[in-house]
């Protein structure tokens, strides 16, 4: 591995800084860093600074402000993503050896403008292209068709009287934790891949309806989501399919749909001298899945599965001091249901849990941004045949370096899981050729030494990622 890893770090290192021609821009960069969670481990890093933490917030009078005044335009982004794998994973998977893992084109489109002079409307989607498949072992040029996915389509219109309303397919990320959901409830998570996507890209959105309204100095804000949607898994076969930790048994999933579809939040939130504190509660159907039972026709396991209805109180908030802003999620939740030791024991077992997550983003070295983040799960009425333990701990770190004008940025980031469940890190490059085109690369290495961790399935899976962005 380590003769693997140099090879990559020179790869990725020559693609880049070896380049002859540095054109100056002051765009900001894509955000490169992978944080994908796995069950409920969220291990993505927020990399933005102090001011833009706090000025980028949805809620805020002036992005409201710039929304309804905005033009309508269209804009779109050309992606070619190459990803390779730098160790030989197993026989379960379709790649059993090094060489190409994904290959694949995508067109994402947006679609601005206004309805009536002040109705705002979104629309968004992506378009993907595959240019390859295994067939057995290897990676071969077989190109399909076009895969259409809707993202955003909303109305977003803001009253005179201060009432905020958007209604429509969207993301609505809220909450401060981005190693656990602690208060982040609402969008189901894009979990096929493990370190690869940043934060935007790993929310789904999802049909729901905004409310957003102050009364005196007390924001209020409250979110109806109508379709129960859950987290999106890697296929079969592919290089974090869910099914890999039972091996070469033959085991299915067979999934219900809650009794109740609707999830509803409520939102409570004052700000003062550079602080925000967030009171929020309510109702939602966990986006993992629960086994309630299993079944055995012969060699083959079903698992019947079903989408926790859980309900939970959380107290959420951030501080800006001097260079630093801290963060901090708290949730006590009821109707989680938790693993046992075996896996295929039915029904889980149902509990209460507390999750904390604490975390700081610091700007003041120059051209530098550090993140960091700590969370904790405990369950309450705890038994010794779960999977889980009584308490366990995780925590995230990350660093960007941004040179040539923010032209150039290296990051750098750890992420270990809740748990004794493994970690993994990442390095990677980002470089703004121009205004509209983006190249970067990213190395993950993926890190799990016992069959009880949930990343052991995957420790051969360090991946190599080549992408490049043209946008207009």
Known sequence: MNLKLKYALFLTFFFFVVNPVFPHSNDDFLNDFGGDSFSDLEAEIDTKTSEIIIETRETDSKILDKEIN?????????????????????????????????????????????????????????????????????????????????????????????????????????????????????????????????????????????????????????????????????????????MAPFGSASVVSKTSRPNNSIETVIRNKVSFNGMEFVLSFGEYNRKNLSTISTSVSGATTTLN???????????????????????????????????????????????????????????????????????????????????????????????????????????AGHSKLLGDNGSFSTFGISYDYSDQLNLSSKLVSYDSASASQRLYSYRKQDLLVFNADYSF
């Open 70 to 242: 905005s033009s309508s335009f269209i804009t779109g982004t050309l992606s070619q993503r190459l990803v390779y794998g730098l160790e030989d994973p197993g026989t379960y998977f379709s790649r059993s050896s090094q060489g190409v893992d994904d290959f694949q084109s995508k067109f994402n489109f947006q679609i601005e403008s206004k309805i009536l002079g002040s109705i705002n409307f979104k629309t968004s989607g992506d378009v993907s292209w595959d240019w390859g498949s295994f067939n057995g072992t290897n990676y071969e040029y077989n190109p399909t068709a076009a895969d259409f996915q809707l993202r955003d389509m909303y109305f977003d219109y803001f009253f005179d009287n201060g009432l905020w309303l958007k209604l429509g397919n969207q993301i609505i990320a809220r909450g401060e934790s981005n190693i656990l959901t602690s208060s982040d409830v609402i969008n189901p998570r894009d979990i096929s891949t493990i370190g690869l996507q940043d934060l935007d890209d790993i929310r789904i959105q999802v049909p729901a309806i905004l409310l957003n309204y102050s009364v005196g100095f007390l924001n209020q804000e409250i979110i109806t989501a109508v379709d129960s949607a859950m987290n999106k898994f890697a296929k079969a076969g592919t290089a974090f399919d869910p």
């Open 305 to 411: 599965s079903e989408q926790d209805r859980v309900s939970f109180v959380g107290f959420s908030g951030n501080m800006a001091k001097s260079n630093f802003v801290f963060k901090f999620d708290l949730a006590y939740k009821k109707g989680k249901r938790f693993p046992f030791s075996n896996p295929l024991t039915a029904p889980w077992s149902k509990h209460d849990n507390t999750e904390l997550g604490l975390g700081f983003d610091y700007t003041g070295i120059s051209d530098l941004t550090i993140s960091s983040e700590i969370g904790s799960s405990i369950i309450h009425g705890y038994s010794s045949l779960l999977s889980n333990k009584e308490r366990e701990y995780g925590y995230l770190v990350r660093a960007d370096w941004r040179q040539l004008n923010d032209i150039l940025t290296f990051s």
